[in-house]
């Protein structure tokens, strides 16, 4: 699903459209992408992360600890 996806935007961007998440204020904690609020997130110790897939916050939440200390 997330290559479909950046597969889409690369083509959106190449007919002159921009796609940029509606609110880039948080930044996914696994790559280091600005991702909107309204997409995934996950509490830790009263915390929000937010993430740009699913892939990223599965990798989160395997191993918290390793991307809190980023």
Do not use: W
Not at 13 to 40: A, Q, T, W
Not at 47 to 61: A, G, W
């Amino acid at each position: 699903m997330e290559n479909r996806i950046k597969s889409l935007i690369k083509k959106l961007s190449r007919l002159g459209f921009s796609v940029k998440p509606k609110n880039s204020d948080h930044v996914d904690p696994v790559c280091g992408m600005k991702v909107s609020s309204d997409l995934l997130k996950a509490d830790y110790q009263g915390e929000n992360y937010f993430f740009c897939s699913d892939h990223c916050k599965q990798q989160f939440e395997k191993d918290t600890e390793t991307y809190i200390l980023k």
